[in-house]
C-alpha cells in the first residue's frame, strides 16, 4: 500500500536497530575529521513500485551474467553508497516536514521524487555518470544547503556487478569499459566501511591503491536502473 502513495519518507526512531545501522555506517565510514557529524534523522525512502521494479529487473540480469550470488556476495554485487547533492529546502529537518520541494535546483528534491537520472550529471573524473562513495566524508563534500543549518545525505542500494577498477582519471566516459557493470577507484583505508555489510570474498575483491589523485573511494553507474535511494540522513556540520 505504501507504494502507491510513494515516494514517502517514513520517519525512524532512534531506538530502531535501523538508524543504529544507518548513523553506524555513516560514523565509521567518516574519514576527513576525527570527529563525524551528529546524526539528527534517519528516514527510509518508500519509492514508487515502478522504480523498484525496474531497479530489481536490472539487478537479476546482472547477477543472471556474474552468478555474485553464488560467490558468497550479495545479487548483482548490491553494495550500500553515500551520495550527497544540493538541498534548497528544509525536508526531513522535521519530520513533519517530509514532502518534497518542487524548487528548481533541490537535487535532493528531484531524486526522491524519481530517482537518479544520468542525463543530469555533470562531467566528472570518470565522465558522465552517478557517482557515489563508501565513504561518508567524501559524499559530504558534494552536499550543499540552503536555508537549513543540517545537511542531508542518502544511502543508495548500488548494483556494482563486476566492477572495472580506475586509477586514473578518465573523464570521457559514458559507460563502463566493455564486460564491466560499473567503475571504481578504491584507496585501502576505504574498504573498511563497505564490509560493515557486506563480508569480504577471497579473490573477488580487487583493490587498488588510488594514489595521489584519487584520495578516497569513488563508485560509479552510468545506467538509470543501476542505483536507488533507500535511506535520507539528516546530521548536524
Known amino acids: ?32 575529521t576525527a570527529t563525524p557529524p551528529r546524526v539528527v534523522q534517519v528516514y527510509k525512502i518508500i519509492l514508487p513500485q515502478a522504480l523498484h521494479d525496474s531497479y530489481e529487473a536490472y539487478k537479476k540480469g546482472v547477477e543472471a551474467r556474474g552468478n555474485f550470488s553464488k560467490k558468497g556476495m550479495q545479487a548483482g554485487n548490491e553494495r550500500r553508497r553515500w551520495h550527497g547533492t544540493t538541498r534548497l529546502c528544509k525536508i526531513g529537518d522535521d519530520p513533519k516536514n517530509l514532502t518534497p520541494c518542487s524548487t528548481s535546483g533541490c537535487s535532493m528534491c528531484a531524486i ?94 580487487v583493490i587498488a591503491n588510488a594514489g595521489a589523485a584519487l584520495k578516497n573511494d569513488e563508485l560509479i553507474v552510468y545506467n538509470n536502473d543501476a542505483i536507488r535511494t533507500s535511506w535520507l540522513l539528516i546530521y548536524s556540520p
Open 112 to 205: 526522491i521524487k524519481s530517482s537518479y537520472d544520468v542525463s543530469y550529471a555533470a562531467q566528472g573524473m570518470f565522465g558522465k555518470g552517478i557517482y557515489t562513495s563508501a565513504t561518508s566524508s567524501k559524499s559530504d563534500g558534494y552536499t550543499r544547503s540552503s536555508g537549513s543549518s543540517n545537511k542531508a545525505m542518502f544511502l543508495n542500494r548500488v548494483v556494482v556487478g563486476n566492477g572495472h577498477i580506475l586509477t586514473s582519471a578518465q573523464n570521457n566516459l559514458t559507460a563502463p569499459p566493455s564486460g564491466f557493470d560499473s567503475a571504481r577507484s578504491h584507496d585501502a583505508a576505504s574498504l573498511g566501511s563497505d564490509l560493515l555489510i557486506f563480508p569480504p570474498v577471497s579473490n573477488m575483491q
Open 1 to 32: 500500500a505504501a507504494t502507491k502513495a510513494a515516494p514517502l519518507l517514513l520517519e525512524v526512531p532512534t531506538t530502531d536497530p535501523r538508524f543504529t545501522d544507518v548513523s553506524g555506517q555513516f560514523s565509521t565510514a567518516w574519514k576527513h
